[in-house]
C-alpha cells in the first residue's frame, strides 16, 4: 500500500488513544482528588467495567469476522463504534455534579463497548491489508505513530490548561472529551472513504466452543497473549499511580504535562528504531529487548529521585519512551502473523475473533492492574486528597518503581522465546499462496502428500 493509504488507515488510532493516556493515568486521579470517590471505589469499577467489555470483545470479533456488506465486513463495524465512543467520551469525561461509582461503571462501559467495536474491526482491518511479515511491522509501526500522535495530543491537554491555571479538574477532562468528539467521525471518516478492505472468501463459521478450543490450541498465539497480559499488568501499574508519584511524591503538579509529552512523544521517535531494529533481529526479539531495557532504566534510575527532581523525571521518561516503542508498537504486527499460522492449520480467516480474544487479553491486565493497585495504595495508607505520612509516601514511590518490575520481566522472557520468526511466517505465506492458487484452478498438480507435511512440520513452531 501507498504510505498516504497506509496513513490514512493509522488514523483513527489518533482518538482510540486517549482511551490510553486519560483512562489509565489521569482518569482515577479525577474522580478520586476532584469528585472525592475513594480509591478502592475506583478501582473496583474501573474493574467490573473492564470485565464487562473483555466478556464482549471475543463475540464482537467473530461478528466482525461474518459479516457480509457491499462495505466490506469491518468497515461497517468501524462506522458503528465511532458514535458510540463520542458518546462514551461525554459520559467520562464530562460528568454532572455528585456522581457515584456506579456512573463511573456505566459511562466506561459505554466508552469500552464502542471502542471495542471500533478498535477490534480495525485492527484485524490492518492485519489484513498487508499479509508480509515486516510489511505488518510496516503497518504496526504507521497505526502506533498514529496512537502516539494521539497520546501526544492528549498529554498536551494537561500542559496547556495547567498554564490557563487548571489541573486535572473538570475543564481539563472536557477539553478531553470534546477533542474525543471532534477526532473520531473525522479520522474514522477519512479511513473508511479512502482506504479499500481485501477481498475475502467467506467460510461457514465453526461451532463456538470448537471455535475458540482450536484457537487457543495455537501455541504461538498463547505465548504471546500471556506475555502481553504480565506486561501491560506492570504498564497499569505504572500508569495507574504516575500522576499521585508526580504529584504527592515529587511533590511537582506542575510537570505532569511536560512528563506525559515527554514519554510518549519520544514513543513516536523510536518507533522508525524499532522497526528497523525487528527487520534485522524480528519484532518478538527487539520487543523482548525493550523490554529489558526499560527495566534496568527504571530500577536504576527511578527509585533514586528525590521529591523536587521533577525535571529529572519528564528526562527519565522521555528516554523511557523512546525505549517503549518497541513493546508498544510491534506486537499487534506479531498477532496478524500468528492469524496467518491460524489459516494454514484450519483454513479459516478468523482476524476478528483473534484480535477479540486479544483484546480480552489486552484489557484484563489493566484492569487488573488498577483494580488491584489503587485499593492496595489506599490500605498502605496513601490518601490521593493529601495528608500523607512519609511511610505512606515511600509506598507510593515503591510500588510505582519497583512493583511493575517482575511483570515486565517475565514478558521480556516470553517475548524472547516466542518461536514463530520471519522465515517460518515466510514458509506460511507461501504455503497460504499455493493453496490459493490451487482453489483458483482446481486442475493444477497438488503438492505431494509427502512434501506437504514436510512444509508443515518446518512451519510449526515449537513450544519454548
Known sequence: MSVWRLAAYALPAVPMSFLFVPLTALLPAFYAQELGLSLTTVGGFLLFSRLFDMVI????????????????????????????????????????????????????????????????????????????????????????????????????????????????????????????????????????????????????????????????????????????????????????????????????????????????????????????????????????????????????????????DGWWFVALMALLGATSAAFLTLPLGIVGDVIDYDTLKTGEMRGGLFFGVWGFFQQVSPAIAIGVTLPALELLGFHAKGANTPEALAALKYVYCLAPIPFFVAGAWMFLAFPLDARRHAIVRRRLAGRAARRADPAAETRPLSKSLAVQAEVAPEAP
Open 57 to 308: 470483545d471475543p463475540f464482537l470479533g467473530r461478528l466482525s469476522d461474518g459479516t457480509r456488506s457491499r462495505f466490506g465486513r469491518r468497515k461497517p463495524w468501524i462506522a458503528a463504534g465511532a458514535p458510540i465512543c463520542m458518546l462514551g467520551a461525554i459520559l467520562v469525561f464530562m460528568p454532572p455534579e455528585h456522581v457515584g461509582g456506579w456512573w463511573l461503571l456505566a459511562a466506561t462501559a459505554v466508552i469500552y463497548f464502542g471502542a471495542s467495536m471500533l478498535g477490534l474491526a480495525h485492527a484485524a482491518w490492518g492485519a489484513e491489508i498487508v499479509e508480509s511479515y515486516h510489511g505488518r511491522s510496516k503497518v504496526a509501526g504507521f497505526r502506533e505513530s498514529a496512537n502516539v500522535i494521539g497520546i501526544v495530543i492528549a498529554s498536551a491537554v494537561p500542559g496547556v490548561t495547567a498554564l490557563m491555571g487548571h489541573g486535572i479538574d473538570r475543564f481539563t477532562m472536557a477539553v478531553m472529551g470534546w477533542t474525543v468528539v471532534l477526532l473520531t467521525p473525522l479520522t474514522a471518516g477519512v479511513a473508511l472513504r479512502f482506504v479499500p478492505e481485501p477481498a475475502v472468501r467467506h467460510e461457514p463459521p465453526s461451532p463456538w466452543l470448537a471455535t475458540l478450543k482450536t484457537l487457543m490450541a495455537n501455541r504461538p498465539f498463547r505465548l504471546l497473549c500471556a506475555g502481553y497480559v504480565v506486561l501491560s499488568i506492570g504498564a497499569g501499574v505504572t500508569n495507574s499511580t504516575l500522576i499521585f508519584f508526580i504529584s504527592h511524591y515529587l511533590k511537582q503538579p506542575e510537570v505532569i504535562g511536560p512528563t506525559l509529552l515527554a514519554s510518549f512523544g519520544s514513543v513516536l521517535l523510536g518507533v522508525p528504531l524499532w522497526v528497523q531494529v525487528s527487520r534485522r533481529i524480528g519484532k518478538h526479539r527487539a520487543a523482548g529487548i525493550s523490554l529489558l531495557i526499560a527495566i534496568s532504566l527504571s530500577g536504576l534510575l527511578a527509585t533514586q529521585l528525590q521529591p523536587g
